[in-house]
């Protein structure tokens, strides 16, 4: 070959060997589920999360707000001794507090209404009436205390009695909030204690009576019913006083009150939201483990949780699906990662537990997503596969920690996302298969046409073969990335992070078409140039020859297993509108003189036409053909293993 000969089979080798608009289209596709993800509430951080999510296999989430409503109601209060159940629910404070059945006057029950009055005062959040609808301007646990306290008419300090001049404000390392008030003239001021039962009971000595009088403190009868409340799924605080020196304007210590007057107990349901049991299932079905993490008392945390569909008794059996954080905190490194792994419900979780929580799935190489709200927990974000965090409630720290954002604070979001992202991770996967066999194609005939000889001139020039990669990969394989997610895509196990992208199957695949690509374009190119046709006119047959076969086999590639018939023929209506443009340009490229003198092209004859599109038909119904064998065998061999299981 001439120095010329050699170094234009070079370039048009180069050229047609590198995918030029792979970068390109990659980069599209998951923009493009970028912006559908933002579609459904989740708002994508960084650009990688989006395919990583695909690959989850443990979702870790919060509870409140997340799994359920976010809409706290008192249903129940213990109190003196006695139990009240309170009638009514969401924000609007309208509803009677019953005594076995009964109304009962707070007014009458001394140990009642100091109770509620502590939830009322130790209290950040307000109850307001916008446009004639209730809502809760704070946190929803606090909301769901002033509605109770108006429930029995007492209402927020405006002023007077009851001043706050102090406040210890809650933590969660503390599990306790406190408030100090000026109670009126002459009057010494109080201290409200509010937080988790365990907290507030150390620090109590004494109990108020149903009478108002205090009395020792039955710290066994208080679990007990705490216990009872907490099986029942409600959220459980504990209420205590304690009156300090007339001269004393603010609290001494943050660390902690002693001496407390315990006043009683308040349990608020927030229920499971429906849409999130829903989610919990598919996450189930396609593989995907889901861990409650809460704050809440365990028996709430294990009550909830079997509400969700989280855990079955019957599946379960005898292993323990609730671990406590003290309990946690007693692990080493070993136990952590085989507790993490078994149990299902995290209750009472402090939140520099859920980093070592995301440390021992992921030794157990899980791909986890973890959920957050607060500053705490930012490391537990980071340092999972996939950090989200709630976008109502979260924290600006938490939010910039984050891979991902949730507009709405919904679980459901979260499996919409992973669900999304396993359509994307589809649709690369379906370009790659589509785009490898044009280059390999394109290549192997170049390479043929070199080892040849020099009788043989290239069959495609390397600006020929610009042109097809260029537009076909915006015009064909670009619109896979609008695919629809396939119907059983919640139905697979999630993909190994480490597995390769291209199966051995999908590369037998690749070979195949490429295979068929080299030998229709060489043969048809000389046959045309053996029938007398110009180097110009056998290039053309050779060019609009790759291009069909690219525009048959997207067909094919829009499902890697299932026929095209399944998917439906128009119901990706982006595919057809590119394959129409591709053709019109195709048709351009052909017969415009312009293009000709740019791209060295010539008219052709119908017949070549026909040809043209035979073979590359033939090429789409080799490859149905071969997913159709394949697809058989896998139904056989599950039928073979579904009878084997059985006997």
Same mark, same amino acid.
């Given at each position: 070959?001439?120095?010329?000969?050699?170094?234009?089979?070079?370039v &048009? +080798?180069? =050229? @047609?060997a590198?995918?030029? %608009? /792979?970068?390109a289209?990659v980069?599209?596709?998951?923009?493009?589920?970028?912006?559908?993800?933002?579609d459904?509430?989740a708002i994508?951080r960084?650009?990688?999360?989006?395919?990583?999510l695909?690959s989850?296999?443990?979702?870790?989430?919060?509870k409140t707000?997340?799994?359920?409503?976010n809409q706290?109601?008192v249903?129940k209060?213990?109190?003196?001794?006695?139990?009240?159940?309170?009638?009514?629910?969401?924000?609007?404070?309208e509803g009677?507090?019953?005594?076995?059945?009964?109304?009962?006057?707070?007014?009458?029950?001394?140990?009642?209404q100091?109770?509620?009055?502590?939830?009322l005062?130790?209290?950040?959040?307000?109850?307001?009436?916008?446009e004639?609808?209730?809502?809760?301007e704070g946190?929803?646990?606090?909301? &769901? +205390?002033? =509605? @109770?306290a108006?429930?029995? %008419? /007492?209402?927020?300090?405006?002023?007077?009695?009851?001043?706050?001049?102090?406040v210890?404000?809650f933590?969660?390392?503390?599990a306790?909030?406190?408030?100090l008030h000026?109670?009126?003239?002459?009057?010494?001021?109080?201290?409200?204690?509010?937080?988790?039962?365990?907290?507030?009971?150390?620090?109590?000595?004494?109990?108020l009576a149903?009478?108002?009088s205090?009395?020792?403190?039955?710290r066994?009868?208080?679990?007990?019913?705490?216990?009872?409340?907490a099986?029942?799924?409600?959220?459980?605080l504990a209420f205590?006083?304690?009156?300090?020196?007339?001269?004393?304007?603010?609290?001494e210590?943050?660390?902690?009150?002693?001496?407390?007057?315990?006043?009683?107990?308040?349990?608020?349901?927030?229920?499971?939201?429906?849409e999130a049991?829903q989610?919990?299932q598919?996450?189930?079905?396609?593989?995907?483990?889901?861990k409650?993490?809460?704050?809440?008392?365990?028996?709430?945390?294990t009550?909830?949780?079997g509400?969700?569909g989280l855990?079955?008794?019957?599946?379960?059996?005898d292993r323990?699906?609730?671990?406590?954080?003290?309990?946690?905190?007693?692990?080493?490194?070993?136990?952590?990662?085989?507790?993490?792994?078994?149990?299902?419900?995290?209750?009472?979780?402090a939140?520099e537990?859920?980093?070592?929580?995301?440390?021992?799935?992921?030794?157990?190489?899980?791909?986890v997503a973890m959920?957050?709200?607060?500053v705490?927990?930012?490391p537990a974000?980071k340092?999972?596969?996939?950090?989200i965090?709630?976008?109502?409630?979260?924290?600006?720290?938490?939010k910039?920690?984050?891979?991902?954002v949730?507009?709405?604070?919904?679980?459901?979001t979260?499996?919409?996302?992973?669900?999304e992202?396993?359509?994307?991770f589809?649709?690369l996967?379906?370009f790659?298969?589509?785009t490898?066999p044009t280059?390999?194609g394109?290549?192997?005939v170049i390479?043929?046409s070199?080892?040849?000889?020099?009788g043989?001139?290239?069959?495609?020039?390397?600006?020929?073969i610009?042109?097809?990669?260029?537009?076909?990969?915006?015009?064909?394989?670009?619109m896979?990335?609008?695919?629809a997610?396939?119907?059983d895509?919640?139905?697979?196990p999630?993909r190994?992070?480490d597995?390769?992208?291209?199966?051995?199957?999908?590369?037998?695949?690749?070979?195949?078409?490429?295979?068929?690509?080299?030998?229709?374009?060489?043969?048809l190119?000389?046959?045309?140039?053996?029938?007398?046709?110009?180097?110009?006119?056998?290039?053309?047959?050779?060019?609009n020859?790759?291009?069909?076969?690219?525009?048959?086999?997207?067909?094919n590639?829009?499902?890697?297993?299932?026929?095209?018939?399944?998917?439906?023929?128009?119901?990706?209506?982006?595919?057809?509108?590119?394959s129409?443009?591709?053709?019109?340009?195709?048709?351009?490229?052909?017969?415009?003189?312009?293009?000709?003198?740019?791209f060295?092209?010539?008219?052709?004859?119908?017949a070549?036409w026909?040809?043209?599109v035979a073979?590359?038909?033939?090429?789409s119904?080799?490859v149905?053909?071969?997913?159709?064998?394949?697809?058989?065998?896998?139904?056989?061999a599950?039928?073979?293993?579904?009878?084997?299981?059985?006997?």
């Amino acid at each position: 070959h001439t120095a010329l000969e050699m170094f234009m089979a070079a370039v &048009a +080798l180069a =050229v @047609s060997a590198i995918p030029e %608009g /792979l970068p390109a289209a990659v980069t599209i596709t998951l923009a493009i589920g970028v912006k559908r993800m933002a579609d459904v509430h989740a708002i994508i951080r960084k650009l990688p999360a989006v395919e990583t999510l695909g690959s989850t296999t443990v979702i870790c989430s919060d509870k409140t707000g997340t799994l359920t409503e976010n809409q706290m109601t008192v249903q129940k209060i213990s109190a003196g001794g006695d139990l009240y159940e309170i009638t009514g629910s969401g924000y609007v404070p309208e509803g009677e507090i019953l005594a076995g059945g009964a109304p009962a006057d707070p007014s009458s029950a001394p140990a009642l209404q100091e109770c509620l009055r502590a939830g009322l005062l130790c209290n950040d959040s307000r109850l307001q009436q916008k446009e004639g609808r209730w809502g809760i301007e704070g946190d929803p646990t606090e909301g &769901a +205390l002033l =509605v @109770s306290a108006a429930k029995a %008419g /007492l209402k927020p300090n405006t002023g007077g009695a009851w001043t706050r001049i102090d406040v210890i404000p809650f933590e969660s390392e503390r599990a306790y909030m406190a408030t100090l008030h000026d109670p009126g003239e002459g009057k010494p001021p109080v201290a409200f204690v509010k937080g988790a039962v365990e907290k507030v009971l150390e620090q109590c000595t004494q109990a108020l009576a149903r009478d108002g009088s205090t009395g020792d403190l039955d710290r066994d009868a208080v679990l007990k019913a705490a216990e009872a409340m907490a099986r029942e799924g409600l959220r459980v605080l504990a209420f205590a006083r304690k009156e300090l020196p007339a001269a004393q304007r603010a609290f001494e210590s943050s660390q902690g009150i002693a001496d407390l007057t315990f006043l009683g107990l308040q349990g608020m349901i927030d229920p499971p939201r429906q849409e999130a049991m829903q989610a919990i299932q598919t996450c189930r079905t396609a593989g995907v483990a889901v861990k409650m993490i809460t704050g809440d008392h365990a028996a709430t945390a294990t009550a909830i949780a079997g509400q969700l569909g989280l855990t079955d008794p019957a599946a379960d059996g005898d292993r323990r699906v609730t671990v406590t954080g003290r309990e946690l905190q007693e692990l080493s490194d070993a136990e952590m990662i085989e507790t993490a792994e078994r149990a299902k419900v995290f209750a009472r979780v402090a939140p520099e537990q859920k980093l070592r929580l995301v440390e021992a799935l992921q030794a157990r190489g899980h791909v986890v997503a973890m959920t957050g709200d607060g500053v705490n927990d930012a490391p537990a974000l980071k340092q999972a596969d996939i950090g989200i965090a709630m976008g109502i409630t979260g924290t600006e720290v938490a939010k910039e920690a984050a891979d991902m954002v949730l507009t709405d604070d919904n679980f459901a979001t979260i499996e919409a996302a992973v669900e999304e992202g396993r359509r994307i991770f589809d649709n690369l996967t379906k370009f790659f298969v589509w785009t490898l066999p044009t280059n390999g194609g394109e290549a192997l005939v170049i390479m043929a046409s070199v080892v040849a000889g020099t009788g043989v001139a290239l069959p495609v020039l390397p600006v020929q073969i610009l042109w097809i990669n260029m537009t076909t990969a915006v015009l064909l394989g670009l619109m896979l990335a609008f695919e629809a997610k396939e119907s059983d895509v919640m139905m697979r196990p999630p993909r190994q992070p480490d597995s390769p992208i291209l199966t051995g199957v999908l590369i037998q695949r690749i070979i195949l078409v490429s295979v068929l690509m080299l030998i229709g374009v060489f043969a048809l190119f000389l046959l045309k140039k053996k029938g007398g046709a110009g180097l110009a006119e056998a290039r053309t047959v050779a060019v609009n020859l790759i291009v069909m076969i690219e525009l048959f086999y997207l067909f094919n590639c829009r499902s890697l297993r299932h026929s095209m018939r399944s998917l439906g023929f128009f119901s990706n209506p982006w595919v057809l509108g590119g394959s129409a443009v591709m053709v019109l340009l195709q048709l351009l490229y052909t017969y415009h003189p312009w293009m000709n003198t740019l791209f060295h092209s010539a008219p052709l004859p119908l017949a070549d036409w026909a040809v043209i599109v035979a073979f590359a038909f033939a090429v789409s119904l080799a490859v149905g053909a071969e997913k159709w064998v394949r697809e058989r065998s896998a139904a056989a061999a599950l039928q073979a293993a579904g009878r084997g299981g059985r006997s």
